[in-house]
């Protein structure tokens, strides 16, 4: 696990863009994409490149990471509307290659099979892009998720839920989602963790120092053979 410690949010964001882009500018990329606020800098930095140094997703496919169940594709806050707002709407990455477990499927365990099996047939998801919740989760691989989950239904932490229930107002925060698994995510031929702010701290510590455990499910990333973290000063600031 290489583990960088920028200067500054917006040194983290430039930073990951930058191992995106190699990959990008190498050809037709399998990109894994999460939403939340920790990968937005890098986002908001590779639609920059996209619209002032020609860098194009033309090519590149997109699997999301998760996504909430009981929620259809195009409500306000499923994580695939997050990730058209956020990122694939301001680059030209067709949308038909922006794929997402569907949150509304009937049969959401048959979903989660197809959707792994999706990300296998395209050849594996080449650079996976991270975020990790204060508890150590990636994806919503919560902690005691196995170490080699497959894409699954998976309930919700009640501390996640609270996290999130400000993109809710006045609704519920599903209870249900549909998660890459830590075995799928371990499965990416390059991952790239991105952590902001002292609230990261303590997780960033067991997931680079702790032991591998299902207690901190980032911590499998320290058996990838190419997973990069990256970091600003505070979600740096208990590590050793
Ligand atoms: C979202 C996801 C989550 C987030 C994590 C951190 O697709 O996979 O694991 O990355 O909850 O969220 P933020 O970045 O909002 O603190």
Request: hydrophobic letters at 40%.
């Amino acid at each position: 696990m290489q583990v960088i410690i920028c200067e500054s949010p917006e040194q983290v964001g430039s930073r990951a863009a930058d191992i995106i882009e190699v990959r990008v500018r190498q050809g037709p990329a399998v990109l894994g994409l999460a939403t939340g606020s920790s990968p937005s800098g890098t986002y908001r930095e590779l639609i920059r490149r996209h619209r002032e140094e020609q860098l194009s997703f033309s090519d590149a496919t997109a699997f999301t990471l998760d996504e909430y169940a009981g929620l259809p594709l195009d409500h306000d806050q499923s994580y695939h509307s997050t990730i058209r707002r956020e990122f694939v709407d301001h680059v030209d990455l067709p949308l038909s290659r922006l794929l997402t477990p569907h949150g509304d499927a009937e049969d959401l365990r048959a979903e989660a099979v197809r959707y792994d099996e999706a990300i296998r047939e395209a050849g594996g998801v080449d650079i996976q892009i991270l975020g990790i919740g204060a508890n150590g989760h990636i994806g919503f691989n919560e902690p005691t998720s196995s170490l080699n989950s497959r894409t699954r239904v998976k309930t919700l932490a009640g501390a996640t839920r609270s996290d999130n229930a400000r993109f809710f107002p006045g609704g519920e925060v599903p209870q249900l989602c549909l998660t890459q698994g830590l075995g799928t995510i371990r499965e990416a031929h390059q991952a790239v963790l991105v952590a902001l702010g002292a609230n990261k701290a303590g997780a960033v510590r067991a997931m680079v120092e702790g032991p591998v455990s299902a207690f901190c499910p980032a911590s499998v990333l320290q058996l990838h053979p190419r997973a990069v973290v990256v970091l600003d000063p505070e979600a740096a600031s208990q590590l050793q």
